[in-house]
């Protein structure tokens, strides 16, 4: 039940009536007219701004019109204090029946409430974290693990079809990297003494397990083997273990991915080439060349011919190359054959969670979804900007794992999962994310994950007063009974109205492509939770349990369950587990 949807059914129908008088065009455009909660509380619960967006089509003044819809509104139950206010707005409050069905189909909704089909079952890929397996993930990995995985979650929950999808670069210079790196581990393992670890090498202490690893399981062989036989085993073994490591350390934070994707398979399957030909068949892709780089070209650039892209046809700034000089593909050609793989798969919308230095990246892998789909499928990119780490405000930035970083792991075991996946929410992924250690363990309101979870923890405390206080039959009394009109004070209904709001804000999170703003909204609904709550302390007869007052008490559990419940709802999708006790 979506409070807002409700109150523009009734609009609509408000505004049909008045088209059947002639009063609006028969034809009239409804497109741009909202129903919102009102920028100022006092004027009540629901605004629309009908009247002014139709004035024009009904060929009256705005104020004019809203009178007309106005009283049209006024006629509806549901709707009270019907007033018209500044250009035009109509401000309206919800009557008692409206506000004990919403209350009673929160209950009954249970953790379907707030779910929606606004996705229609399109199916969406969402590809996030996809990095090099060549070590452990890190802090920025972090962000972009959390924030993808609640953007699926929020996707699910309002009706899309949701692939989540982890794209292995197991192919290129980085892996023949990591195998040549793991062989001197290899070799240490045996007993050999290396010396310090060439530059461009991995030379973090988290390789020397699979080092062993290899010992135990070929002993000497390959060290009687030239590099060009020992190279693709110990690449493949290599790229196995780390793959263990990061699905284990994604693990720890709660995530899982449907489909883990090797970028390798594109390379061996003929993919690239045949997503070539079918771009040149399409007169998608020519040879030619390419301007000089913007700035001071390359002392030894110089123009030559090459297999390129129409990507300026869709939007990007140059043609983008799918050759190197040696005839290799390039980078972005693998790119374009995945993006192809992705759309022959029926995904209608691929999401790419990146980091911020991706962004450069964007506009081609735009073109060449537009190129490749017809314009029929869309290719959104969500970049997460960086996370500093601080403990007492001063920066962290050595790790005891990789020596030069802080992995995700460190950080998932010292605070906990809940906690990282709730702090790396409280920013939008756009913007940048101070992460301090001891600020996040701090059992205040300035702590949001604390905040939240104790507003959970209090509710079941109350729960478990109530089941020592409180005879059975009340605790099990028909929902249907409550009297809900008994919720009374002013804090209650702010609590009311909170948990009213929860479709419409999970809806245009989604739209948006935003989970924070489900985060943002729990810590709005634990406020005004922990504000009646505090006023209960001050005021005997505002406390939940009554007990010479049965009906009062099971109207105030009734709306605590209904608090608890859209708690639940959210931290689920923030991946975060709620508490029973702190």
């Not at 190279?231 to 994604?250: G, H, K, T, W």
């Amino acid at each position: 039940m979506n409070l807002f949807d409700d109150v523009a059914h009734k609009v609509n129908a408000a505004l049909g009536a008045l088209a059947e008088e002639g009063v609006l065009p028969a034809a009239v455009d409804t497109a741009n007219v909202k129903v919102e909660p009102p920028r100022d509380e006092a004027h009540g619960e629901v605004s629309t701004n009908a009247a002014m967006v139709l004035a024009k089509q009904a060929k009256m003044p705005p104020c004019e019109l809203a009178e007309k819809i106005a009283e049209k509104l006024r006629a509806d139950a549901d709707l009270t204090d019907v007033a018209v206010a500044g250009p035009g707005f109509i401000n309206m409050r919800l009557a008692q029946p409206f506000w004990n069905r919403l209350l009673s189909a929160v209950l009954a909704l249970g953790d379907a409430y707030g779910c929606s089909d606004m996705g229609g079952g399109e199916k969406v890929n969402v590809e996030y974290v996809s990095a090099n397996p060549t070590g452990p993930l890190h802090v920025g990995h972090t962000r972009g693990a959390v924030f993808g995985d609640a953007l699926a979650n929020l996707l699910e929950e309002t009706g899309f079809d949701v692939t989540r999808e982890y794209y292995i670069n197991d192919a290129g210079a980085q892996v023949q990297a990591l195998a040549r790196s793991v062989y001197l581990r290899y070799c240490e393992a045996l007993g050999l003494k290396i010396e310090k670890i060439p530059e461009g090498l991995y030379p973090g202490e988290y390789l020397k397990p699979l080092g062993q690893a290899l010992v135990m399981e070929h002993h000497y062989a390959l060290l009687k083997m030239e590099e060009e036989q020992w190279l693709p085993i110990v690449r493949d073994f290599a790229i196995d273990m780390m793959m263990v490591m990061i699905r284990d350390d994604l693990a720890a934070l709660g995530i899982t991915h449907e489909v883990f994707f090797s970028e390798r398979t594109l390379h061996e399957s003929g993919a690239i080439e045949e997503t070539i030909r079918e771009m040149e068949q399409q007169g998608l892709i020519y040879t030619g060349q390419l301007p000089p780089p913007k700035g001071k070209p390359p002392e030894d650039w110089e123009p030559r011919d090459q297999l390129l892209f129409r990507s300026t046809d869709f939007g990007d700034d140059i043609d983008r190359p799918l050759k190197k000089s040696d005839g290799s593909y390039t980078y972005f050609a693998a790119d374009v054959a995945y993006i192809r793989e992705k759309l022959r798969r029926g995904h209608m919308q691929l999401v790419y969670v990146l980091g911020a230095d991706h962004g450069g990246y964007v506009k081609r892998l735009q073109a060449a979804n537009a190129a490749l789909s017809g314009g029929k499928a869309r290719l959104i990119a969500r970049l997460c900007q960086l996370v500093k780490l601080y403990r007492g405000g001063e920066p962290v930035k050595m790790s005891k794992r990789a020596g030069e970083f802080i992995t995700m792991r460190e950080v998932v075991d010292e605070v906990g999962a809940d906690v990282v996946r709730f702090m790396m929410l409280t920013r939008s992924n756009d913007a940048p994310l101070d992460f301090d250690f001891e600020k996040v363990k701090e059992q205040s309101r300035d702590n949001p994950v604390f905040y939240v979870q104790y507003a959970h923890a209090r509710i079941a405390s109350v729960f478990r007063n109530a089941a020592q206080e409180l005879p059975e039959n009340l605790l099990q009394a028909d929902d249907d009974s409550i009297r809900w009109e008994l919720l009374e004070d002013a804090a209650e209904h702010t609590l009311m109205r909170r948990v009213g709001e929860y479709p419409r804000m999970l809806a245009a999170a989604a739209r948006a492509h935003e989970p924070h703003r489900v985060a943002f909204y729990l810590m709005d609904l634990a406020g005004d939770f922990h504000a009646l709550w505090n006023k209960g302390k001050e005021n005997p007869q505002l406390r939940f349990i009554l007990p010479d007052d049965p009906e009062r008490t099971q109207a105030r559990l009734g709306l605590l369950r209904a608090v608890r419940q859209v708690l639940r709802n959210g931290l689920r999708i923030l991946g975060v587990a709620p508490v029973e006790e702190m």
